[in-house]
Antibody, heavy 122, light 108 residues
């Protein structure tokens, strides 16, 4: 299982950006996937989830400015970021959201990418 | 909204036991997951569903969850365990993933 993010760059406030996460070793179309971000020197902040059935969930801090999607043919997860603000500056990680049915437990992020840095600044 | 509270830092001498807590209202009714993050690296899952270790994670890592506190325990701590540790749950009331603020483990 491998996840490789791309698309992070310097963008001006109010700008847009599309992040990508190329997966290998499993199918994004049949798994739950998520994005998590980490501002410089700060903790982890969940951003979004995409269920295999197509349901999407978004953190309140980014709702209305972010959209998660996937390209099954390229086995890639995407995150569209709009109207970016300085406080959106962070490393953005994609991760597989997985559940071990044998433990009857909850979903958790079992595999993470290395992250891609988004810097919002004029 | 549901909040997970972690101490900002924990320090322990090599060879001793480190306990990192994650507090939340009636957290024992939740499945708590733990991630380790070393400087410059992506987070790594070290425990899931309170007590289960993913393949490849040392038996020195264990977990418990009771009342309002979930605990990650690291036995026989060594310098390689220095990292930030984050707890995580699913908030079914808001359909949100929640992370604790993180705890920095320092090996003295």
């Amino acid at each position: 299982v491998q996840l490789v993010e791309s698309g992070g760059t310097l963008v001006q406030p109010g700008g847009s950006l599309r992040l990508s996460c190329a997966a290998s070793g499993f199918s994004v179309g049949t798994n739950y996937m998520g994005w998590i971000r980490q501002a410089p020197g700060k903790g982890l902040e969940w951003v979004s989830l995409l269920y295999a059935g197509g349901y999407t969930f978004y953190a309140d801090s980014m709702k209305g400015r972010v959209s998660i999607s996937r390209d099954n043919s390229n086995n890639t997860l995407h995150l569209q970021l709009n109207n970016l603000k300085a406080e959106d500056t962070a490393v953005y990680y994609c991760a597989r959201y997985f559940r071990n049915v044998a433990t009857h437990g909850d979903y958790h992020f079992d595999h993470w990418g290395q992250g891609t840095l988004v810097t919002v600044s004029s | 909204s549901y909040v997970l509270t972690q101490p900002p830092s924990v320090s322990v001498a090599p060879g001793q036991t480190a306990k990192i807590t994650c507090g939340g209202d009636n957290i024992e009714s939740e499945n708590v997951h733990w991630y380790q993050q070393k400087p410059g690296q992506a987070p790594l899952l070290v425990l899931y569903d309170d007590t289960y270790r993913p393949s490849g994670i040392t038996e020195r890592f264990s977990g418990s969850n009771s009342g309002s506190t979930a605990t990650l325990t690291i036995n026989r701590v060594d310098a390689g365990d220095e990292a930030d540790y984050f707890c995580q749950v699913w908030d079914s009331k808001t359909d949100h993933v929640l992370f604790g603020g993180g705890t920095t483990l320092t090996v003295l």
